[in-house]
Each structure stands twice: as C-alpha cells, then as structure tokens.
C-alpha cells in the first residue's frame, strides 16, 4: 500500500464529526508519519498545509513519496532549499493581469490548432475566478454622481476587454468572473471566494482538502489572514497552474513572527501594519514564508490579521500565514458563510492538524522575530516606500529631509500641499474598524464645520459593496459626503495609480511654481510616480489619518502638536478633539456590520450591471482577433514555434548595457500602470493609429496589447538611470554612437544590429506589484540577462517564465565597486551548460578601452523546474512544447 493509499482516512474517525456530511475523507498528514500528530506538531502550520497538497498528488505530474519526504523531515536549521511541488486549488486575478493571462490562453489555443490539435486542449482545470477591478479611475470625485459617472467612463474606454472576459466565461471551463463595479479582488476574496477548506469526488469519496491559492496579484496574500495558503505570481506561472501543472515553491526559511500584548487606544490597524512592514524589511524576509503565532492570536481580530497579510509584498515574504483559530471561525459565520460549512472547517482543521490552539506548544521556526503590539504608535509611511515608517510626529522632518521644500502655507497650494486624499485599497477598506473610525471623525469634524482644502481631489473607493451597505446603515456616509469622500467606484483606484486628473487650475499651479505636493492614501503602495504624476511625495496611512490631512492640508503640519484648522466658530481644531475612541468605533461595529448585510450584497454579484449583461459576447472555442484593435492583440510569445532549443540559451556575445538602475527598482518603473503621456513612444503609436489622447486609458488597461506595453517598459517618468545623468524617465544612451533616445527606441536599434541587452541593477530589484509585463516587457525589448545585487521574489521568477537570466553580483561586487559606466560589453559563454540552480556564471566585462575582466555572477535559477522553464524559453513555449511531444493531454490534477 502506498503512502497515499494510507494516509486516506474517513474525517469523522478523528476525535470530529460533521452533521449531515458524512462520508467525507480526508488524506491524513499524521498517518504518512511514525510520530503522528506529535510529530507534525512542530512543523509550523504553513509548511502542513504544504505537505498536505504534496501528499494529495502524489502520482500526478511527477510528484513522489520522497517530496514529502523531504517536506515532513525540514527542520529550522536546514540550509538547503526544498522544492516543493505545489498544485493550488484555485486561481485568482484581477483584470489588469487577469485578462492578458486569458490572451495569452487565446493565443495557447491558436499554437495548439496550428499543431493540428483541439483548441479545448488548452482549458484551465482548477476553478479561476477573475474580478475586474483595477480598471476603475477616478474621473470624478467629491460629489453624487461620481460613483455612476466613472462606472460609466469605466465601460466606454474597456468594452473590448469585457467582451473577451465574457468570451472566457463561455468558452474556457471553470472560469468565473465578477463583473467591475462590485469591489476589490482581495477583499471579494476574503468574504465571499475563499472557503478555507473545499471537497472534491474522487472515485467512490468526497475528499476534504485546504483552500489554497495563486493569484495575479502580489496581494493575493491577504487571504493569509484567514487561514488559507496562497500568494501572488505572474501571470505566466498562473495560467500554468491553471492548466493542472505545478508551481514549483523553492522553500527556504519559514519566518515565526510572535505577537503579544495589544494595540494602545487609538492606534488602528493600518499603525500595526506600518510598523510590522518596518521591522520585518529590516529582518529580511524576503522569500521566506512568514508565519504568525503567539498570544496576541487570542484577542486579535481577522480582519488586522487579513490588513497584515495583504501587505507581505511590501516586506518581501512569499506569504503572511495566520493559522485556522476560533476567530477565523467567527469570522466566517459574521460574513454570512454556511453554518454547516463552518463546521465543516472546525472539523478537518482539527482532524488534519490545522487548527490553532491557544494552549498548543508553539512551532519551530527557522528564525523568530517578537513584536509588542502595545509599542505600536500612530504613523504613517512615505515618501517613497511602504517599509519607510514615520511616527505621526516626525512626519514633517521626514518630508524636509527628504526634499528642499519651502514653509508650508496654509491658505494656498505650497511645498507639502495635499492634493489627492484618497480612502482606498483592498488593505484598509477591507477592515471595518478603520473604515468606522473615518467615518466617526468626519461626523466630529462636520460637527466643527471643518471641510477639505479646495485644492484637494478627495475620494472613498471601497474594496466592497458590503463597506457601502454599512456606512450607509450607520448614517456615517453621510458625514463622509459632506467632507468630499463621497463613493467613486468600487475597485482598486487610487492604490493602483488610478487617481484621474487634478483640476487643471491646481496642475498648472504645481507645475508653473514646481511644487512640491503630496498624495495621502489608505493604500499599500506609495512608489514614485504611481499615485499620481503631479504628488511627488506620497503617504500610506490609515482612513482616518487620511482624513485629517485633507483638513489640514499640508503635509508639513504637526497633527500631534498643531491645529488642523479653525471651526466655524472661529477656534482650532486639534485632530485630538475629533478623533473617536475605541469604544465608539466596537458600538457602531456591533450594530451595523451582520451576516445578512453580507449575504445581500454578494447574493447577486455575478449578475453585474445592466451595461455588464448587454455585452455581446463573441463566440467560438478560438478568439477571434480583430487586427485594427489597439486594446487586444494576439501576443507574440509564440511566434515561430518549434521544439528546438531557444536562442535565450546560447552564447551571449558583446551584449550592450541597456539600463543601469539604482536600489529598490520597482515594477512601477519597469512597467508603469498609469496615465500614457502623449509624446512617449507609446503614445505616439497609439495617437497613429486615430486615438485620441483622451482616449489613451492607462497602461493597466492597455496590457493586451503588446505593442503599447513593451513601448511603455521603463517609461515611468520617476525612473533614473545612470546611463543618463540628471535625466528622469524612459530614456538612455544608445552605445557605440552615445546618442540619448527612449528606451524602446534604443532597444529596437540594437535589435536591427543583432545586439544583445543586459540590465544591470542595484539591490532589491522588482520590488512591488507582480505584474508579469515587467518581465514580458523586458524581454521583447531584447534583454537576455538582468544583473542585479538582489531580486524580489515575484519578479526573478517572472523573469525567468519569460526566458530571461537573472544573475546576481557576489556580495562584494556593485555596480560601482566595477566602475561601470555602461560603455561595456560583456560576453557570457556555453550559457546553458552554465546556468544551474545555485551555481555560478562566469562571464566577460569588456571596457571600451580594450581592457577585460572576469566575472563570477550568481545564478538566481533556483530549482530544477525553473532551469527547465527558462531552457524552454519560458513557461508558454514549455507548456505548448509538452503538448506537441504527447498525443495524449497533460496528466490532469484531481481537483
């Protein structure tokens, strides 16, 4: 008997049972062990949700006993990395990745018919659920009629892309999609799409396994917070995992984070999380799995622990993991979840040595970091960084520091003005205690008859209809619209650039007098340029926070010391007098926010507006391109396809540097998604073929159409690079001539001289969104090798799905320490037989005056898998390429 075989038990024999679903079995962890339930005991809980889903695939696409053998023998101290084969049960996207993932599925279709196969081939085979959310802007704002306004202006510019969206709703199985207008995919997920455990018929059994995830999106880790595995991938790794293979996870550290104490009166979660984003950067999680333990677990709600979990991109960790407790089960039942579901929870955490007990010994860990939650202070992060935490009352000095601003003023636009204050992102309006504690303050400070600077462009865009439904029950909208956070939409918006246009007056004002101005947000992400063009300094804080610097309107004001403004009665209004306690916040809490409130809003949601259900459809198992589109266009990755080896492994010979970047290069830079100027080269193809500026949309929308993408890469008008100088934006030398031009221009005139590109990085590059056209990007532009001192996670394996090297220095080299000055070239020689996980790459510097020298760079290839995915020329070629080789389809996974 195998294994598996042996490890399958019947739930209800395991100290549980479950009313009225019997029958129901489970694949048993303890039993594959001689310690049993002891020695699962201490592995930390991540790791067991792991070896679960290896242990259940065990015989599919090559999964053996000794992967789970070597997942139930790690121990803290071990060194080397597992690879783990990891089937997720389901994927998750948003449209900005979501519906370039089902082009590239269109276009999967297309190769495999032209192989002489059936399009259905190419069909997802676990459950996708796409939300379209991100392609929300913010056109209007601060009255009534923006909420149907910009839903509006929302249709008209993305019509096409929806019609494709409901092309795969019709033709691809198991793909779901809840149409724009209803919120943000992270939040939707958190109350309504997670399950935390699912069930599935395998031959004569139902099995009950974990609700485990990979999503489009770097915040797919939000649902961390409620006990499910899942984090974010690029939109290459995710369409493989929806054809049934798996994703490789190199497991490396798993990080214990123990909390204790409790939050002090009047600091928000959004506080918390600011501060844990500080110190576990400075910790350096960055590929780890993080998980959370210890006494703060009893008493801390989930939806902090789902505000902690969304923001595990900012301090680098795979994952954010909170374990199946008691409150994860109050949660589910406050969220209108199914009673006997919820006990259906209970009992497989239980049984399958999930289930966090506050009286259980703790797990191992490879490292352990304590944090007090009673030394949280209020704070806020910026300019420029999520991890750049500032205590409220140093928030001034940081700004000075930061630029050469004048003295604020307070009766006119000046250095530190506030000109977007925007409540929005799945982070915090996902968390009803904050969104209360806004909506309280703008009724203490209506009372005062305090009202928002004029120049400000403020805004409320909720990650759910649920949070509309319960400011509107508690009367607290209300006292938000009179402030100007009237709802503009229900999606992502501002936290995702999507801020819309300032009044033309204030823009002209910023630029005439080259103010220094700033953006205040409840978002999770504040990197140069992604705002807003205009905010050269941006703030994450919480709702409230966000609030009152509308009212003070400068960022140069000391909320702790200063007042916020004067009332109509002609006194100062400190933000102390008008901030809510907590007590009032749990009051409204308890009154507004029940299960029936969440049943309402989500009973419908795939219906979608009246403009949603008039889109036509077009029909037919391939997708008809229409050649004069400039939103869809069959991508090239399969161009020219055949079995043979791929030019991204041989010889690179006399490659030019094409950009050399600084530190902390995010895929903002890389590829923006905001507004498209008109005079880049993206704009420039657009306005040539009949589009009007007007018209452009931003480049998020524009990511099914390649040619506007890879114009856009690197154009981020914050981007410096040391090839030019002093220069901001998507510009660099053209070598041997030395001649300035954009990047796209470059990148092609290397491309007509047979010339290779290599990118050359400072640390932590492709921090941020996991958005996979910063690596598709790349690649067309003709980059065979990025060099770099570290990688974010996400994006080094982004990179590596679309055939491009990452390498690394060795700890001791820079950039600067070689002196380059981007004249070089640099030959790398028998590259694939180089290229290994963990090995060395030793390549050839050539300076323009003749002189050479060796290199010995790291190979960021960190598993077999991998190796085999770039050999391939990444993920699509190796996915058509096995369906070529078999006559038969790709081993289907049990789910």
Same mark, same amino acid.
């Given at each position: =008997? ?9 739930l209800d $024999? ?11 079995h ?11 339930a ?7 809980f &991540?790791?067991?949700?792991?070896? #679960? ?8 696409n ?6 789970l053998?070597?997942?139930?023998a790690?121990?803290?101290? %071990? +060194? ?9 049960a ?18 999967? !279709?297309d190769?495999?018919?032209?192989q ?6 190419i ?6 659920d ?12 601060g009255h009534a /009629? ?41 939040q939707?997920n958190?109350e309504?799409? *997670? ?12 099995v009950?396994?974990?609700d485990?995830?990979v999503?489009t ?9 409620i006990?499910?595995?899942g ?10 995992? =929806? ?5 490789t996870?190199?497991?490396?550290r ?7 104490? @409790?939050? !002090?009166? /009047? ?5 918390l ?7 576990l ?5 960055v590929?780890a799995l ?10 801390l709600?989930v939806?902090?622990?789902a505000?902690?979990?969304n ?12 374990p199946?407790? *008691?409150a ?13 579901h ?11 040595g999930?289930?966090?007990a506050?009286?259980?010994?703790d ?14 202070a ?7 960084r999520?991890?750049d935490r ?6 001034c000095?940081?700004?000075r ?5 004048g ?14 204050? *925007?409540?929005?992102s &799945? ?6 205690a ?11 400070a ?19 209809r649920?949070v509309?439904?319960?400011? #509107? ?18 999606g992502?918006?501002? &936290? ?8 033309e007056?204030? +823009? ?21 340029a992604?705002?807003?063009p ?7 804080? $919480? ?5 009152a610097?509308a009212l003070? /309107? ?13 009332g109509?009665?002609? !006194? ?10 907590d007590?009032?916040?749990?009051a409204?809490l ?8 969440f049943?309402?809003q ?7 507006s009246?403009?949603?259900?008039a ?5 037919g ?15 090239p990755f %399969?161009?020219?396809?055949?079995? @043979?080896p ?5 010889d ?13 290069t995010t ?7 905001g507004?498209?100027p008109?005079e880049?080269?993206?704009?420039l193809?657009?306005?040539?073929r009949?589009?009007?500026?007007v ?22 008008i914050?981007?410096?690079? +040391? ?10 030398? &053209?070598?041997p ?7 796209y221009d ?9 010339? $290779? ?15 996979d ?19 974010e996670?996400?994006?080094? @394996? ?6 491009v ?18 004249? +070089?070239?640099l ?11 963990g090995?060395?790459v ?8 003749g002189? @050479?020298?060796? %290199? ?13 995915v770039?050999?391939?020329? /990444?993920?699509?070629? %190796?996915?058509l ?5 078999a006559?038969?389809?790709i ?5």
């Amino acid at each position: =008997m195998s294994v598996r075989e042996a490890a399958l038990k019947a739930l209800d $024999s395991i100290e549980a049972t479950v009313p009225a679903q019997p029958g129901l079995h489970f694949y048993s962890i303890a039993a594959t062990t001689s310690g049993g339930a002891d020695a699962i005991a201490r592995l930390p809980f &991540c790791l067991r949700a792991l070896a #679960e889903n290896v242990l259940r695939h065990i015989g599919t696409n090559d999964v053996e006993e000794a992967d789970l053998r070597h997942l139930l023998a790690w121990r803290p101290e %071990l +060194e080397d990395v597992i690879a783990v084969p990891f089937h997720p049960a389901r994927v998750l996207m948003q449209d900005y990745t979501g519906i370039p993932a089902l082009v590239d599925l269109a276009a999967l !279709r297309d190769a495999i018919v032209a192989q002489g196969q059936a399009a259905t081939r190419i069909n997802p085979r676990i459950p996708v659920d796409l939300v379209i959310d991100h392609s929300l802007i913010v056109d209007q704002a601060g009255h009534a /009629g923006a909420l149907t306004y910009n839903l509006g202006r929302e249709f008209e510019r993305n019509t096409e892309r929806y019609r494709l969206a409901k092309w795969a709703t019709a033709t691809l199985s198991k793909v779901r999609v809840v149409p724009p207008g209803n919120g943000i995919v992270h939040q939707i997920n958190l109350e309504r799409i *997670a399950s935390i455990v699912c069930t599935q018929e395998e031959g004569a059994h139902v099995v009950v396994f974990p609700d485990t995830m990979v999503g489009t999106d770097s915040h797919s880790t939000m649902v961390n917070g409620i006990g499910v595995l899942g984090w974010g991938v690029g939109g290459i790794e995710a369409e493989a995992a =929806m054809l049934g293979l798996p994703i490789t996870v190199p497991l490396r550290r798993i990080v214990g984070v123990r909390l204790s104490g @409790s939050l !002090r009166a /009047g600091v928000t979660a959004t506080d918390l999380v600011l501060t844990l984003t500080q110190q576990l950067r400075a910790f350096n999680v960055v590929d780890a799995l993080v998980e959370f333990f210890g006494p703060a677990l009893d008493t801390l709600a989930v939806t902090d622990r789902a505000t902690i979990a969304n923001m595990a991109p900012e301090y680098g960790s795979t994952a954010a993991f909170f374990p199946i407790d *008691a409150a994860t089960l109050r949660y589910l039942t406050a969220s209108g979840r199914d009673a006997a579901h919820v006990a259906l929870v209970e009992a497989y955490a239980k049984a399958q040595g999930l289930w966090r007990a506050h009286d259980a010994r703790d797990p191992e860990y490879s490292s352990m970091l304590d944090f007090d939650l009673s030394d949280v202070a209020p704070c806020v992060a910026g300019p420029k960084r999520p991890q750049d935490r500032v205590e409220l009352d140093a928030i001034c000095d940081s700004f000075r520091a930061a630029f050469s601003s004048g003295a604020p003023a307070r009766d006119r636009l000046s250095d530190g003005a506030v000109i977007i204050a *925007a409540i929005t992102s &799945c982070t915090n309006t996902s968390n009803p205690a904050v969104m209360i504690a806004a909506g309280l303050l703008a009724r203490n400070a209506r009372a005062r008859g305090l009202k928002p600077r004029p120049w400000i462009k403020t805004s409320l865009t909720p990650g759910s209809r649920v949070v509309g439904a319960y400011l #509107e029950a508690s009367g607290l909208q209300a006292d938000l619209d009179a402030l100007g956070f009237q709802v503009a939409g229900y999606g992502c918006a501002t &936290c995702g650039g999507n801020s819309g246009q300032l009044d033309e007056a204030v +823009e002209n004002q910023i630029h005439r007098e080259d103010i220094i101005a700033t953006a205040v947000l409840s978002g999770n992400r504040n990197f140069e340029a992604r705002i807003h063009p205009m905010a050269r300094a941006n703030y994450l804080m $919480s709702p409230p926070l966000v609030i009152a610097y509308a009212l003070a /309107g400068n960022i140069q004001i000391d909320l702790t010391r200063d007042p916020l403004c004067d009332g109509s009665d002609g !006194r100062p209004v400190y933000l102390r007098e008008i901030w809510p306690d907590d007590a009032a916040v749990q009051a409204v809490l308890e009154n507004v926010l029940t299960p029936t409130l969440f049943e309402t809003q989500y009973r419908n949601i795939l219906d979608g507006s009246p403009e949603w259900r008039a889109l036509d459809a077009p029909s037919g198992v391939v997708f008809p391109w229409d050649a004069s589109s400039t939103y869809i266009r069959r991508p090239p990755f %399969l161009d020219h396809f055949d079995t @043979s080896p791929v030019a991204q492994t041989g010889d690179i010979v006399d490659a030019r540097i094409l950009l050399m970047l600084g530190d902390s290069t995010t895929t903002d830079h890389i590829s923006p998604v905001g507004s498209i100027p008109a005079e880049s080269p993206a704009g420039l193809y657009l306005r040539e073929r009949g589009v009007k500026p007007v018209d452009f949309n931003a480049y998020g929308s524009r990511r099914a159409n390649h040619e506007v993408m890879v114009r856009g890469t690197f154009a981020n008008i914050r981007l410096s690079n +040391e090839l030019v100088p002093g220069v901001l934006g998507g510009q660099t030398k &053209c070598f041997p001539e030395g001649e300035v031009m954009p990047i796209y221009d470059a990148a092609m005139r290397y491309a007509a001289r047979g010339v $290779s590109l290599v990118i050359v990085a400072g640390r932590e590059y492709g921090t941020g969104s996991s958005r996979d056209w910063a690596a598709k990007g790349t690649s067309l532009l003709g980059v065979r090798v990025v060099i770099a001192e570290s990688f974010e996670r996400i994006h080094r @394996s982004n990179l590596i799905m679309m055939g491009v090297l990452p390498l690394e220095f060795p700890s001791d080299v820079t950039r600067k320490t070689l002196g380059l000055a981007g004249t +070089e070239t640099l030959r790398i020689e028998s590259l694939d037989q180089q290229a290994r996980p963990g090995g060395a790459v030793r390549a050839t510097l050539r300076r323009a005056d003749g002189s @050479s020298e060796a %290199l010995e760079l790291n190979c960021r290839i960190d598993t077999a898998n991998e190796l085999k995915v770039w050999r391939a020329g /990444g993920m699509m070629r %190796l996915v058509l390429g096995q369906l070529s080789e078999a006559s038969t389809a790709i081993p289907r996974s049990r789910h």
